[in-house]
């Protein structure tokens, strides 16, 4: 598996503030994602930089957010391709 990860990684508020404003757009509701909310509030609560792991199937998105150096998942996120 690769990640696209900088030197520094990504803030995990940032992360959380990137999804905020997704869902603010009409076409990402909410029913579209699988583990948002679980995912934010780990991200929220990490004290680590996160890098991602994007995965596209057929259906949509897998988001993996990976703990900086460690690779150890913070968040997952599932999003579906509107049908």
């Not at 995912?39 to 949509?60: P, Q, W």
């Amino acid at each position: 598996m690769q990640s696209n990860s900088s030197k520094e990684g990504q803030s995990p508020l940032g992360v959380v503030r990137m999804y905020e404003i997704r869902m603010s757009h009409k076409k990402l509701t909410r029913e579209k994602f699988t583990g948002l909310e679980e995912s934010i509030e780990s991200l929220r609560t990490s004290a680590v930089n996160v890098h991602l792991c994007a995965i596209e199937t057929e259906k949509g998105f897998v988001s993996l957010w990976l703990a900086d150096k460690t690779d150890v998942p913070v968040g997952i996120v599932i999003s579906r391709f509107q049908l």
